[in-house]
């Protein structure tokens, strides 16, 4: 509908099917009606964004960010990030997106579980270099562009904390159906994950809370 308003948008769209994992069907089209079904919408549904076709770029690649974010208590809520993170790399230089190198996925996706399969991944010990590296390394290199890194680890504390602001009513439902009121349950660790869009970057956050 937007485009049909507005032939000058075009759009590349990543289409992320439910349930799945480790960048496994994962796919990027151009054309909504080239979204791939396995069943029906209801036995199959994806979720569907604007592809980011202008990323930040590190050594001209594509990357993310992993943060880990602790989430000790709910009732008072109790948040810890850990300082330092992970960022996964693309193994293909980066070009955007058209019809000939949508399939490119050692380009467009950040996925360990698929660059480790590129003839292009580079394993190195150093924080500074590879295919993985650290989310401090970044921040180094962001500050070495004129970047105010400060601001930015405030913007992604703030970000974190509204987050679970808004996952804390579903958090409590399921803390509440797994730990009835007055009846003491184990201490242990639920990780959850959730992807956040915030400016260029992907940041992952992997949240971890006491049940």
């Known amino acids: ?18 349930g799945g994992c480790q960048g496994d069907g994962i796919y990027l089209i151009k054309d909504p009606s080239d979204i791939r079904l396995t069943g029906s919408i209801q036995s199959r549904p994806a979720v569907v964004q604007e592809y980011i076709c202008k ?3 590190v050594d001209k690649l594509k990357f993310d960010i992993r943060l880990y974010v602790l989430l000790k208590s709910l009732e008072p809520l109790e948040i810890y990030i850990a300082k330092d993170g992970l960022s996964r790399f693309c193994t293909e230089p980066y070009q955007e997106p058209t019809l000939k190198n949508l399939h490119q996925v050692f380009m467009h996706l950040t996925n360990y579980s698929l660059n480790i399969h590129s003839g292009n991944f580079i394993h190195s010990d150093s924080v500074n270099t590879g295919s993985k590296r650290t989310f401090s390394s970044i ?6 562009r004129g970047a105010d890194v400060k601001k930015l680890w405030s913007d992604i504390i703030s970000l974190v904390i509204k987050t679970i602001i808004a ?9 509440q159906s797994d730990i009835p009121a007055g009846k003491p349950g184990p201490t242990c660790f639920q990780v959850i994950d959730l992807i956040v869009f915030r400016g260029l970057l992907i940041i992952f956050f992997m949240f971890v809370y006491i049940i």
């Open 1 to 18: 509908m937007m485009k049909d308003s507005d032939p000058s948008w075009k759009p590349t769209f990543i289409v992320k099917p439910d």
């Open 139 to 144: 921040l180094c290199r962001l500050s070495s």
């Open 167 to 175: 996952l804390t009513p579903e958090l409590k439902v399921y803390y």
């Open 55 to 57: 990323p930040l770029l």
